[in-house]
């Protein structure tokens, strides 16, 4: 089984605070993402990453950055912590398959942050 | 642009009621179509994925069918149980292999 395991499943912060949140896959996928969601908003895209080093902006990027320098570690950098960035966080990983892949991305347990 | 639009919650049920949660979407190309299931404290889970127009997925007596006529995936249970209590994402495939979801449905189960 494919396993995403993230860092932490709780983490409280405060505002202004650079935060980290780590992500490691164990299946060799290329691809790796990082939502946030938040209740009646369902998941949005915050940045993805198809290959080591490579990094692409996905629909709500403004605030966070992204580290892949390795093929199994995706890390979600928040600069300066604001208390609107209070979510829970979700990473994925999945492979490149085309341009509509039809394979499922895989996620982990999430990690629920608080800032304040 | 790509959008899922899924009904409203929450959704309370009895146990061994019927179950019917409506997922609609728009999207450009020919994507694929997936439910995924949320259990309390957990991350998300594949419950069933569709990849062409009339394709029907399946799992664990929930049904899903890819209808492009209607641009619907609705997911069906014919008898929902306590343990079926979760939030449910329906999502769509978008370019460069990235998922657009919905934005839930909570689904309560009452004994």
């Known amino acids: 089984d494919v396993k995403v395991t993230q860092s932490s499943r709780y983490l409280v912060k405060r505002t202004g605070e650079k935060v980290f949140l780590e992500c490691v896959q164990d299946?060799?996928?290329?691809?790796m993402f990082w939502y946030r969601q938040d209740p009646g908003l369902g998941l949005r895209l915050i940045y993805f990453s198809y290959d080591v080093k490579m990094k692409e902006k996905g629909d709500i990027p403004e605030g966070y950055s992204v580290s892949r320098e390795k093929k199994e570690r995706f890390s979600l950098i928040l600069e300066s912590a604001s208390t609107n960035q209070t979510s829970m966080y979700l990473c994925a990983s999945g492979i490149i398959q085309g341009t509509y892949s039809n394979q499922p991305q895989h996620f982990g347990d999430g990690t629920r942050l608080s800032i304040l | 642009g790509n959008s899922v639009t899924q009904m409203e919650g929450p959704v309370t049920l009895s146990e061994e009621a019927f179950l019917t949660i409506n997922c609609t979407y728009t999207?450009?190309?020919?994507?694929?179509l997936f439910w995924y299931v949320q259990y309390p404290g957990e991350g998300l889970q594949l419950l069933l994925k569709a990849t062409k127009a009339d394709d029907k997925g399946s799992n664990k007596g929930f049904e899903a069918t890819y209808r492009k006529e209607t641009t619907s995936f609705h997911l069906e249970k014919g008898s929902v149980q306590v343990s079926d209590s979760a939030v449910y994402f329906c999502a769509l495939s978008a370019k460069g292999n990235k998922l657009v979801f919905g934005a839930g449905t909570i689904l309560r189960v009452k004994s």
């Open positions: 299946m060799d996928h290329e691809n």
């Open positions: 999207a450009t190309g020919y994507p694929s």
